[in-house]
């Protein structure tokens, strides 16, 4: 299983990206899919993430201002962040833990937000 993250860039405060995680082979090869972000200097945080069942978990940093959804069709898992700040500025990773077998899981590549103030 591999992971394509994308949607990435430069914004000014308070607009928007959406990003998305491609799951190379099928969604359905796994279960819970996570956004993780990194900061310069600062530790990996989870932003959010969602299950098979769509059962959805947000950072409190985030509630209200991204959205995590699932296209089973695409394979996809988006991120739509809205009302972005500076300090959501990092790297955003997705991460997926494969359904069939416990304990393995996989991380994409990384893909930079900056957000100007």
């Known amino acids: 299983v591999q992971l394509q993250a994308s949607g990435g860039g430069l914004v000014q405060a308070g607009g928007s990206l959406r990003l998305s995680c491609t799951v190379s082979?099928?969604?359905?090869?796994?279960?819970?899919i996570a956004w993780y972000r990194q900061a310069p200097g600062e530790q990996r945080e989870l932003v959010a993430d969602?299950?098979?069942?769509?059962?959805?978990n947000y950072a409190d940093s985030v509630k209200g201002r991204f959205t995590i959804s699932r296209d089973n069709v695409k394979h996809t898992v988006f991120l739509q962040m809205n009302s972005l700040k500076p300090e959501d500025t990092a790297v955003y990773s997705c991460y997926a833990e494969d359904r069939f077998r416990s304990g393995v899981s996989y991380w994409g590549n990384g893909t930079l937000v900056t957000v100007s103030s």
């Open positions: 082979r099928s969604i359905y090869s796994v279960n819970r």
């Open positions: 969602i299950d098979s069942t769509r059962s959805t």
